[in-house]
């Protein structure tokens, strides 16, 4: 069965700290993975995008890792910042089926 | 470049009654998603359409919920009639021509049933 799970389901965080949220995944076959942020009230948006040959990506102080023997993907928040508060989802993308397969998210919250 | 349009942005109802959303996805994609997410949960998918084709209905509820997308750009989907569960946030996105091009996602609508 396809699935994506995330960890932790929620965060709270100081200003200025580094964090690491977890995405395991089972979808096969694999084409790539996606991690978007959602902001209270709005839809998701993109931050990085990573095929099965690609196992880092940057977008600023957000740092995705992924390890496709593992099914393992990261990503790593440097230097958080209040606006950093929201949902981040982890989404798989079969390229069997051309589906998309989401988490449900971990809910990260930075405090001054 | 505007993004993806979605109205109204909240929309409350009683149950039994009908309710529509509308998306205007990005000029040029192809492809445009509609999604139903409920609190503190990832979206799910409902109908995916390929210019105006319907190609993944599989996760729609076709008893009450039906979608269009008659000239393969702007789309709606109707609810009829509305059921307290179907309370969430209905996303619209779309995306390019590549499967590894970026989903743009709307702001979403609010819909609430009482």
């Known amino acids: 069965k396809n699935q994506v799970e995330q960890s932790p389901q929620s965060l709270i965080i100081l200003e200025g700290k580094n964090c690491t949220l977890q995405?395991?995944?089972?979808?096969?076959?694999?084409?790539?993975l996606r991690w978007y942020k959602q902001d209270t009230g709005r839809g998701p948006v993109s931050l990085t995008i990573m095929t099965f040959s690609e196992n880092t990506k940057s977008n600023g102080r957000y740092t995705a890792t992924l390890d496709a023997d593992t099914k393992q993907s990261s990503l790593h928040i440097t230097a958080s910042q209040l606006s950093d508060s929201a949902s981040y989802i982890c989404?798989?993308?079969?390229?069997?089926?051309?589906?998309?397969?989401f988490g449900t998210g971990t809910r990260l919250t930075v405090i001054p | 470049e505007a993004g993806v349009v979605q109205s109204p942005r909240y929309k409350i109802i009683e149950k039994k009654q009908p309710v529509a959303f509308w998306c205007n996805p990005i000029s040029g994609h192809n492809t445009l998603y509609w999604y139903r997410q409920n609190l503190g949960q990832g979206p799910e998918l409902l109908i995916r359409?390929?210019?105006?084709?319907?190609?993944?209905d599989s996760q729609l509820p076709k008893d009450r919920f039906s979608a269009e997308r008659l000239k393969g750009v702007d789309s709606t989907l109707k609810i009829q009639p509305a059921e307290l569960g179907d309370s969430a946030v209905y996303l619209c996105?779309?995306?390019?021509?590549?499967?590894?091009?970026?989903?743009?996602f709307g702001p979403g609508t609010r819909l609430l049933v009482l």
């Open positions: 359409y390929e210019n105006e084709e319907a190609v993944d």
């Open positions: 996105a779309s995306q390019g021509v590549r499967p590894q091009e970026t989903q743009y």
């Open positions: 995405c395991n995944y089972t979808v096969s076959p694999f084409s790539n």
């Open positions: 989404v798989v993308s079969s390229s069997g089926a051309n589906n998309l397969f």
